[in-house]
């Protein structure tokens, strides 16, 4: 099922990566030239951001500090999208679909908690999101970095399930795969506190995601935990 249309975000272009010159910019080549690109996502993608690596721009209005916009990669298993701001609408329509084991009557998006911001409280129940574009060996992985921020909103989910609240940490795969784990080294942290928060009584659920040959995000299927990891 279609949850958001590519094309709405303008014209779509395509590029071809050069180098990441920062965790925001890349230069990439387009048809008129060598253009600054704005990478709206912070993780290593080192297995994604490789040379000569076709890329799906969108092209920025005049006066900003890069030319185009990221949205997504093509990999042999075709194209996977790399934009961070476009997950949240994108989920959104996928827990409308019942991804997280029902149909709601409310969603509400950005809502605060204690100190800090989940991504949705979805009729009685807190859920954060996380998108995932990493895969080894046949398994989706998160984070592909530190995050601070990751591990702090898991606490949250924690703390809201002890005061009596439903909580779900919800997977967003960008790229398929047989199933997800917390990455075994790269935030050893944030592996810690997510399997704390299942024993504690935060609900795992996941989806994947893949982008049709219309340029459409469509639910491709659900995606579950993995009990072997890498």
Known sequence: MRLFDLNSLGHLESGVFLKRQNRFLALAQVEDGVKKIHIADTGRLEEILTPNRELLLVKNRPGLKSDYTLIAAKMDDGWVLINTKLHSTIAK???KLGVLGFKPQNIKSEVRYKN???DFKVDDTFVELKGC???QKGL???PNAPTSRGVKHIKD???AKREGYK???LIMALRGCECFSPHPKRDNEFKKIFYEALERGVEFRGFKVKIDENFH???ESSLKLCYNTV
């Open 157 to 159: 989910l924690i703390e």
């Open 140 to 142: 989706c992985l998160f």
């Open 133 to 135: 574009s990493l895969v």
């Open 93 to 95: 329509e996928a827990i």
């Open 167 to 169: 909580a779900i940490i």
């Open 217 to 219: 995000v469509c639910l």
């Open 116 to 118: 800090s911001r989940l």
